[in-house]
């Protein structure tokens, strides 16, 4: 079993829980070195009527807020879905050193489908990215959630 699979249950149980508000199901956890839990976000766009309030950007905000420090120079960001520009731009903000995400994002993908904003050398931070866990049931997820609103 991968090491983050317990991390992703909770990314996963986020995700779901951003149905209730009718966003779409993404989740994400922040965990430190030990695994033990930072921070959790879900996506609330809906919810805060907020372009920005995607899960990655809530979670980095309440772990920053937690630790009171922007500084996450020692955890592990684990999210449903590729983070996308924005997000990334966060991560790379915060000095994440790793993320760890369920299904790829063909569209809007910023962690090695569509662009490869965390592992860009040209940056003065590079992100390891662990891409494909319970990538299945990440997709699973959305692809749910958007036939049902066909």
């Known amino acids: 079993m991968n090491r983050y699979e ?5 990314a ?3 995700a779901r829980a951003a149905l ?3 966003d779409v199901p993404v989740g994400a956890v922040i965990v430190d070195a030990g695994g033990a839990l930072v921070a959790t976000g879900r996506n609330e766009r809906e919810l805060r009527q907020d372009p920005t309030a995607h899960a990655e950007i809530v979670a980095i905000r309440a772990a920053a807020a937690a630790r009171a420090d922007w ?3 020692d955890v592990t960001l684990v999210v449903t879905l590729e983070p996308c520009a924005m997000c990334a731009g966060a991560i790379l903000s915060a000095r994440i050193p790793r993320v760890v995400f369920g299904a790829w ?4 993908g910023a962690a090695g489908s569509v662009h490869d904003l965390l592992r860009d050398r040209r940056l003065n931070h590079r992100v390891e990215v662990l891409p494909g866990v319970r990538a299945e049931e990440s997709a699973a997820l959305l692809l749910d959630f958007f036939e049902q609103r066909r």
């Open 6 to 10: 317990e991390s992703m249950d909770l």
């Open 71 to 73: 500084h996450l120079t």
């Open 105 to 108: 994002d063909d569209k809007a």
């Open 12 to 14: 996963l149980a986020e």
């Open 20 to 22: 209730g508000t009718g």
